[in-house]
């Protein structure tokens, strides 16, 4: 997905005004539970739902912008063409039979329909919450390859939709159009040399999909460097990659947090896997880049980290069974109906998130965690969720002062979101302690959209492992928790003593 507004003396700036709404909703809405995650757990936050009016009556109100596209759309077959050659030729892959075409939003949100279906394996029962975004999605696209029909789409609507968010007139051009192009392109080359469609289809995970993202976008980005130059887009390149995540100046507040995690996630594949690439490479050769598709690296550290992937030897990671406890976290907490679902965030998304700390102490915060998983319980459409984000940190010092920093950054989110459309309105903070675990809770409500949503959320330590567990507009049982708890602790007595 690549995502990439007038003065107000401009005609158009009420038109831009509501595309930077309508970007603003498919941001958010591309990447609904990681956001919530966030939002609630980090920021301090619990919005995760607009209780006024609903995301489609929101879209559909705005469905009529409209903006000029540009008289360089006429050439769109000679750029097609210069792009394929120039891609050939330095690949040695035959595009021959690969086709662009210029897409409304709705066939890319086919295309995209069916990239995701693909990954039907991973992504089990939470392909359908997915699949129902996609429409919100496709107001992020500037182009997508189309694994199933090896076809590339262009989003003629959305370059100039871009251009007036960022107000930057530079990004409704032919050079960034070919930008885009060659970076498709990437995609259809590394489809002819290792094939993406198999591969995609036995992807049985998250991070199995985290790391292969990765290394696709990573691919994309790391031959599109190379090429740019060759078509004299350097420069057009390079603001093609600032807008995988860049937010609009418009967009303030408490939405502007929540998007700097979201799209740092987003923006992970391309910068990280970008990196990982280069790296990978200049550690052996351009051949080593057929294992990357072959034996992919899997999850989010790894991609970080290219040395682990070259000597496992040297990965650090928790020993404890991570996966076991949010397990636990699972069978108590979901209910009939419910789709829990489980994974890591990376470096890049928990360091945005954990704004306004100073940079040492985001640095001290990152450096106590040895490893991590997140579950998330969604009850309904309501926004109703219960999630856990546990840690394991290297020593039961770094537990206490890593809840420590979870405390003041909650605090400083008080100060912050006193004023404005989403405030904190109550906020009281206890110690807590139960089944050998100890720490604080945080009892927030928040007002936003009109409607008033009720947070508690629970920091604990046992030794080295944190628990950091929220209730958000679900009722918080302590009986339950203390189960839940007490099942943990057999899970770490029983690693302790392996």
Request: include cysteine.
């Amino acid at each position: 997905m690549h995502r990439s507004s007038s003065a107000k003396t401009d005609p158009s700036h009420l038109a831009t005004r509501d595309v930077t709404k309508k970007m603003r909703y498919a941001l958010t809405h591309m990447h609904m539970k990681l956001l919530c995650i966030l939002s609630l757990l980090l920021l301090g936050l619990a919005s995760c739902t607009d209780k006024e009016q609903s995301f489609e009556d929101r879209m559909a109100s705005l469905a009529d912008t409209r903006f000029e596209a540009g008289a360089y759309w006429d050439d769109f077959d000679e750029l097609t063409e210069r792009v394929r050659s120039v891609v050939e030729e330095q690949s040695g892959q035959s595009l021959s039979n690969l086709k662009y075409r210029i897409a409304d939003r709705e066939q890319l949100s086919e295309a995209l329909r069916n990239n995701l279906s693909l990954q039907s394996k991973a992504l089990g029962p939470q392909l359908y919450e997915v699949l129902a975004q996609v429409d919100s999605l496709s107001y992020a696209l500037m182009g997508i390859y189309d694994i199933s029909t090896g076809e590339i789409l262009i989003g003629k609507p959305n370059f100039p939709m871009f251009a007036a968010m960022f107000k930057d007139d530079a990004i409704n051009t032919a050079e960034t159009l070919t930008a885009v192009l060659i970076h498709e392109s990437a995609h259809a080359v590394a489809d002819n040399r290792w094939g993406l469609e198999v591969a995609m289809e036995e992807l049985e995970s998250l991070e199995e999909i985290t790391g292969y993202s990765a290394v696709i976008e990573g691919y994309a980005q790391y031959l599109a460097r190379d090429y740019a130059p060759l078509l004299n887009v350097e420069d057009a390149f390079e603001k093609f990659t600032w807008m995988i995540s860049a937010i609009p100046e418009d967009i303030e507040g408490a939405e502007r947090l929540v998007l700097q995690a979201t799209t740092a996630n987003m923006a992970f594949q391309y910068y990280e896997g970008e990196a990982f690439v280069r790296a990978i490479v200049e550690a052996s050769d351009e051949d080593a880049i057929g294992g990357l598709f072959i034996d992919p690296p899997i999850g989010s550290a790894i991609i970080s980290n290219p040395a682990w992937y070259l000597d496992p030897s040297l990965v650090e990671k928790s020993d404890l069974d991570l996966v076991a406890i949010t397990n636990l976290f699972e069978e108590f907490y979901a209910g009939e109906g419910t789709t829990p679902n489980q994974s890591e965030l990376n470096d890049a998304t928990l360091r945005a998130a954990l704004a306004p700390l100073s940079e040492k102490e985001i640095d001290a915060y990152m450096s106590y965690i040895l490893g991590h998983r997140v579950g998330a319980i969604p009850k309904g459409q309501s926004g109703a969720m219960t999630v856990l984000i546990l840690y394991d940190t290297r020593s039961t010092q770094d537990a206490v002062a890593l809840i420590g920093l979870s405390k003041q950054l909650l605090e400083m989110r008080d100060d912050l979101f006193k004023e404005g459309p989403t405030r904190i309105v109550k906020s009281e903070y206890t110690d807590y302690s139960v089944a050998g675990w100890s720490g604080h809770s945080a009892e927030k409500t928040v007002s936003a959209g009109g409607a008033e949503t009720e947070v508690t959320t629970l920091s604990l330590h046992r030794g080295a492992v944190v628990v950091e567990i929220s209730f958000i507009e679900v009722d918080f049982e302590k009986e339950n928790l203390e189960d839940y708890l007490e099942q943990a602790n057999l899970v770490l007595d029983a690693d302790s003593q392996d």
